[in-house]
Protein backbone atom coordinates (compact mmCIF):
# COMPACT_ATOMS: atom_id res chain seq x y z
CA UNK A 1 0.00 0.00 0.00
CA UNK A 2 3.15 2.51 0.44
CA UNK A 3 3.86 2.19 -3.60
CA UNK A 4 2.27 4.89 -6.17
CA UNK A 5 1.97 1.74 -8.65
CA UNK A 6 0.88 4.35 -11.62
CA UNK A 7 3.71 6.59 -10.81
CA UNK A 8 6.17 4.00 -10.71
CA UNK A 9 4.65 2.83 -14.01
CA UNK A 10 4.03 6.25 -15.44
CA UNK A 11 7.39 7.46 -14.31
CA UNK A 12 9.91 5.16 -14.04
CA UNK A 13 9.17 1.79 -16.27
CA UNK A 14 7.20 3.79 -18.57
CA UNK A 15 6.88 0.72 -20.82
CA UNK A 16 2.74 0.66 -20.56
CA UNK A 17 2.92 -1.92 -17.74
CA UNK A 18 -0.69 -1.98 -15.80
CA UNK A 19 -0.25 -1.14 -12.34
CA UNK A 20 -0.59 -4.61 -10.39
CA UNK A 21 -1.83 -5.48 -7.25
CA UNK A 22 -0.72 -9.02 -6.43
CA UNK A 23 1.94 -11.37 -8.79
CA UNK A 24 -0.99 -13.03 -10.88
CA UNK A 25 -2.00 -10.29 -13.52
CA UNK A 26 -5.57 -10.10 -15.33
CA UNK A 27 -5.85 -13.09 -17.91
CA UNK A 28 -8.30 -14.98 -19.11
CA UNK A 29 -10.46 -17.02 -16.63
CA UNK A 30 -8.83 -14.66 -13.60
CA UNK A 31 -9.41 -11.22 -12.21
CA UNK A 32 -6.16 -10.19 -10.46
CA UNK A 33 -6.24 -8.31 -7.66
CA UNK A 34 -7.56 -4.40 -8.06
CA UNK A 35 -6.46 -1.54 -5.59
CA UNK A 36 -7.92 -1.58 -2.16
CA UNK A 37 -8.75 1.96 -2.68
CA UNK A 38 -10.46 4.49 -5.23
CA UNK A 39 -7.63 7.17 -4.55
CA UNK A 40 -4.14 7.50 -3.29
CA UNK A 41 -5.01 9.61 -0.68
CA UNK A 42 -7.16 7.03 1.23
CA UNK A 43 -4.73 4.35 0.78
CA UNK A 44 -2.05 6.43 1.96
CA UNK A 45 -4.10 6.84 5.01
CA UNK A 46 -4.66 3.16 5.29
CA UNK A 47 -1.02 2.25 4.93
CA UNK A 48 -0.22 4.75 7.66
CA UNK A 49 -2.97 3.69 10.25
CA UNK A 50 -1.91 0.27 9.80
CA UNK A 51 2.11 1.19 10.42
CA UNK A 52 0.82 3.11 13.84
CA UNK A 53 -1.12 -0.09 14.85
CA UNK A 54 1.68 -2.27 14.19
CA UNK A 55 3.75 0.26 16.65
CA UNK A 56 5.10 2.76 14.72
CA UNK A 57 3.73 5.84 14.07
CA UNK A 58 5.03 7.68 11.25
CA UNK A 59 7.52 5.24 10.77
CA UNK A 60 9.32 6.18 14.27
CA UNK A 61 11.55 2.87 15.58
CA UNK A 62 10.71 0.72 12.03
CA UNK A 63 13.17 -1.21 11.66
CA UNK A 64 15.67 -1.18 8.47
CA UNK A 65 14.52 -2.96 5.51
CA UNK A 66 16.72 -4.32 2.65
CA UNK A 67 15.31 -4.60 -0.98
CA UNK A 68 17.64 -7.01 -3.04
CA UNK A 69 17.26 -6.57 -6.86
CA UNK A 70 19.68 -8.01 -9.92
CA UNK A 71 22.11 -5.28 -11.27
CA UNK A 72 20.15 -4.40 -14.23
CA UNK A 73 20.00 -0.27 -14.32
CA UNK A 74 16.05 -0.92 -14.58
CA UNK A 75 15.54 -3.14 -11.70
CA UNK A 76 17.72 0.00 -9.79
CA UNK A 77 15.73 2.62 -10.55
CA UNK A 78 12.27 0.47 -9.47
CA UNK A 79 14.64 -0.27 -6.32
CA UNK A 80 15.14 3.28 -5.51
CA UNK A 81 11.68 4.67 -7.04
CA UNK A 82 10.19 1.90 -3.83
CA UNK A 83 12.59 2.86 -1.28
CA UNK A 84 11.85 6.79 -1.86
CA UNK A 85 8.48 5.68 -2.21
CA UNK A 86 7.88 4.10 0.85
CA UNK A 87 9.56 6.76 2.94
CA UNK A 88 7.84 9.63 1.32
CA UNK A 89 4.20 7.27 2.53
CA UNK A 90 5.19 5.84 6.16
CA UNK A 91 7.09 8.46 7.16
CA UNK A 92 4.98 11.72 6.96
CA UNK A 93 3.14 13.29 9.11
CA UNK A 94 -0.53 13.96 8.24
CA UNK A 95 -2.75 16.95 9.34
Known amino acids: M ?3 RE ?4 GVTRAGQIPAWGIV ?11 PHDNMDD ?3 EAQDLLA ?8 GFPT ?12 QIAEF ?4 GKTILYHRRS
Open 2 to 4: AID
Open 7 to 10: ALVE
Open 25 to 35: PPMAGYDALGS
Open 43 to 45: MIA
Open 53 to 60: AAGYPNGA
Open 65 to 76: STILYNTNEGHK
Open 82 to 85: VQQN
